[in-house]
């Protein structure tokens, strides 16, 4: 079952890299994600070019990176990891490092240098924001609403407290089965000053709070936990506005057509990006490596921008993000950083969700469950 490569096969970048950790190489490899057109992206512009270079190497994908945490947990406690490469969002990044779940990553050694020179540590600057975090995109959470169900005589939504407005704008809402961005929202939208909220929400009462607000609309909410689950409740008519990732919601209105405007104000930003499991063979450890430093080098970066409307984690990707693959169409101005959708967004806090995301997480789901 193992395959023994040299680097030779893989791009120039790769082959400087075989040097640092040439080796045998396992000939699959398990890539965790989220499914639907974050996955697709990341399939077309990292998976199958490196397959091109890799010939015979099967790469087997999960889309369990929700609960990526837990699960990661229970496999170091069975002493069983399965999972090779996990993509998940910065937060949960910090707890798996903070664990030993993850293992830390040098960007000098194990991430490549921009094309020209520009070594990885400074070219994706402050977005290494830990030390197992090796970041893909920006992206971000904001709300998606149906344009033909907008009430005659009202405004399409253009407000984040327009969700908590059932009296303007009646009708189901969906809202991701977590507390994260949901407290955020609800404190911003009962009265919180957006400096504030994190030290609101430090508070047992401020918690209490974001809860209380959100009960407003509970009756009318659809809980969700995939990515794709709001961009079909809209698609089917089953909620008048949702939240979820841009670009799921940009694949649903450019890609398929769909009848759904953008809502970016308080847009969430967030970071995405991979893991390695700590404790993998050497061989698993060798490919999972390599395929890390072809994945987020600055050319692939900018491929998968071709796909999904997410920016780039590095800055010599973003001169190179053009026009979509298929659409042909430009995607600047369907990124979460372009000025006209950044009027107005919050700036999630990693260090914050590391500390208190179980304790948040725990009354959350006793407060779903009431």
């Given at each position: 079952?193992?395959?023994?490569?040299?680097?030779?096969?893989?791009?120039?970048?790769?082959?400087?890299?075989?040097?640092?950790?040439?080796?045998?190489?396992?000939?699959?490899?398990?890539?965790?994600?989220?499914?639907g057109a974050y996955q697709a992206s990341?399939?077309?512009?990292?998976?199958?070019?490196?397959?091109?270079?890799?010939?015979?190497?099967?790469?087997?994908?999960?889309?369990?990176?929700?609960?990526?945490?837990?699960?990661?947990?229970?496999?170091?406690?069975?002493?069983?990891?399965?999972?090779?490469?996990?993509?998940?969002?910065?937060?949960?990044?910090?707890?798996?490092?903070?664990?030993?779940?993850?293992?830390?990553?040098?960007?000098?050694?194990?991430?490549?240098?921009?094309?020209?020179?520009?070594?990885?540590?400074?070219?994706?600057?402050?977005?290494?924001?830990?030390?197992?975090?090796?970041?893909?995109?920006?992206?971000?959470?904001?709300f998606g609403y149906r344009t033909d169900?907008?009430?005659?005589?009202?405004?399409?939504?253009?407000?984040?407290?327009?969700?908590?407005?059932?009296?303007?704008?009646?009708?189901?809402?969906?809202?991701?089965?977590?507390?994260?961005?949901?407290?955020?929202?609800?404190?911003?939208?009962?009265?919180?000053?957006?400096?504030?909220?994190?030290?609101?929400?430090?508070?047992?009462?401020?918690?209490?709070?974001?809860?209380?607000?959100?009960?407003?609309?509970?009756?009318?909410?659809?809980?969700?936990?995939?990515?794709?689950?709001?961009?079909?409740?809209?698609?089917?008519?089953?909620?008048?506005?949702?939240?979820?990732?841009?670009?799921?919601?940009?694949?649903?209105?450019?890609?398929?057509?769909?009848?759904?405007?953008?809502?970016?104000?308080?847009?969430?930003?967030?970071?995405?990006?991979?893991?390695?499991?700590?404790?993998?063979?050497?061989?698993?450890?060798?490919?999972?490596?390599?395929?890390?430093?072809?994945?987020?080098?600055?050319?692939?970066?900018?491929?998968?921008?071709?796909?999904?409307?997410?920016?780039?984690?590095?800055?010599?990707?973003?001169?190179?993000?053009?026009?979509?693959?298929?659409?042909?169409?430009?995607?600047?101005?369907?990124?979460?950083?372009?000025?006209?959708?950044?009027?107005?967004?919050?700036?999630?806090?990693?260090?914050?969700?590391?500390?208190?995301?179980?304790?948040?997480?725990?009354?959350?789901?006793?407060?779903?469950?009431?």
């Amino acid at each position: 079952m193992k395959l023994t490569k040299t680097l030779m096969a893989t791009t120039a970048l790769t082959v400087a890299a075989a040097s640092a950790h040439a080796q045998e190489m396992a000939d699959s490899m398990t890539v965790v994600s989220w499914g639907g057109a974050y996955q697709a992206s990341q399939q077309k512009a990292y998976t199958e070019p490196y397959m091109e270079m890799n010939e015979g190497l099967e790469v087997i994908w999960d889309e369990s990176s929700n609960e990526a945490v837990a699960k990661l947990r229970a496999m170091d406690e069975a002493g069983n990891i399965t999972w090779d490469v996990v993509d998940v969002v910065a937060a949960d990044a910090l707890r798996l490092c903070d664990e030993g779940l993850a293992m830390e990553i040098d960007p000098e050694e194990d991430l490549a240098a921009a094309p020209d020179g520009t070594s990885a540590e400074e070219d994706f600057g402050e977005l290494l924001v830990g030390d197992c975090f090796i970041p893909q995109i920006v992206y971000s959470t904001t709300f998606g609403y149906r344009t033909d169900m907008v009430p005659e005589g009202a405004e399409a939504p253009n407000d984040i407290c327009d969700v908590f407005d059932l009296e303007t704008y009646p009708g189901k809402r969906a809202l991701e089965k977590r507390p994260i961005n949901n407290v955020e929202w609800a404190l911003l939208c009962d009265g919180v000053p957006k400096e504030e909220v994190y030290d609101v929400l430090a508070t047992d009462e401020g918690q209490q709070q974001a809860l209380d607000k959100l009960a407003t609309i509970k009756d009318d909410v659809i809980w969700w936990s995939a990515g794709a689950d709001t961009p079909q409740l809209l698609a089917d008519g089953e909620v008048f506005m949702g939240s979820t990732y841009n670009g799921r919601l940009f694949a649903a209105i450019e890609e398929q057509d769909q009848p759904i405007g953008m809502m970016w104000d308080a847009q969430v930003f967030d970071l995405d990006g991979w893991i390695i499991p700590e404790g993998l063979p050497e061989d698993r450890l060798a490919r999972a490596k390599d395929f890390i430093m072809f994945a987020t080098d600055t050319q692939r970066l900018a491929d998968q921008a071709k796909y999904i409307s997410y920016g780039p984690a590095r800055a010599s990707s973003a001169p190179l993000v053009g026009q979509h693959a298929e659409l042909g169409i430009d995607m600047a101005p369907h990124m979460p950083t372009d000025p006209d959708n950044a009027k107005n967004t919050f700036l999630y806090n990693y260090e914050f969700w590391a500390d208190y995301r179980d304790d948040i997480d725990a009354k959350f789901q006793a407060w779903l469950a009431q």
